[in-house]
């Protein structure tokens, strides 16, 4: 019997979090994965910045795999990270000085949505800041490879550092960030992908204030992390899309598509 849930009459699909990644890597979708505050924008930047950069997510030893990878693992608190003047999860921390160097990044929403995806073939970092460039890139992949896409909103968590899908919290920065990615794709899509594409359609003129007054924007704004916000919340910045490759050793690393 069909899953009826799984938007499988439409090229162009939209789901959430961990259990949409899992679905979408069963079936082989090409998957690019959105959290705008701030997984995907700190990861842009940083393949931008041409910083090599190991997800990983809150499970394990991360200073065991930093030195598995020959990696400096990111402080997992942004704001001692900022009083350091070291690269964090903070979006802003990458500059040109860290070209070339190896990082280990941490997060509980899209890193864990990143380790769900690994088994699949074509894994992207979307967001506000490339959406478009990552639309070009997908569109040419599934005419090339006749592949279905799923753009996945990470979404926050209730609480604790669970990894349960029951956790989830929607946020209303991924899904505009994957409504800017879905508005640019070719084929036919979801009515999942529409409503999100309508509301990112819909917000298109107030995005910095909707998302700098959102749950998360807000956390990061008490945070004292309100130029992150900003930064975040700007559309077409770049043009670096981070897909999800091996090293030598078997480990997955993002690096910019189109290098």
């Known amino acids: 019997m069909e899953n009826i849930f799984n938007q499988s009459p439409f090229q162009c699909r939209m789901d959430w979090g961990i259990r949409g990644v899992k679905e979408a890597s069963l079936r082989g979708d090409i998957i690019v994965i959105v959290d705008v505050l701030s997984f995907s924008s700190a990861i842009t930047n940083a393949v931008h910045q041409r910083a090599i950069i190991y997800p990983f997510p809150r499970t394990g030893d991360i200073n065991e795999f930093g030195k598995s990878v020959n990696a400096e693992v990111c402080i997992l608190e942004r704001s001692r990270a900022r009083e350091l003047g070291l690269p ?126 959102s749950s998360s924007g807000r956390e990061l704004l008490n945070m004292g992390f309100s130029d992150d916000v900003k930064f975040c919340s700007q559309v077409d910045v770049f043009k670096e899309v981070p897909i999800l490759i091996q090293d030598s050793k078997g480990y997955s690393f993002f690096k910019n598509y189109l290098s």
């Open 88 to 213: 964090s999860l903070s979006a802003t921390s990458f500059n040109e000085s860290h070209k070339g160097k190896k990082y280990v990044i941490s997060s509980i929403n899209g890193a864990t949505c990143v380790k769900e995806a690994s088994g699949n073939n074509y894994i992207f970092i979307g967001c506000l800041l490339n959406a478009s460039a990552v639309a070009i890139v997908v569109n040419q992949i599934q005419q090339d490879k006749n592949l279905n896409i799923t753009v996945i909103a990470s979404g926050e968590r209730w609480s604790g550092n669970k990894d349960e899908p029951r956790d989830l919290r929607p946020s209303i920065e991924d899904y505009l960030g994957a409504g800017a990615i879905l508005e640019l794709l070719n084929g036919t899509k979801s009515p999942e992908a529409k409503v999100c594409i309508g509301a990112y359609q819909n917000s298109k003129s107030e995005l910095d204030e909707l998302i700098l007054d």
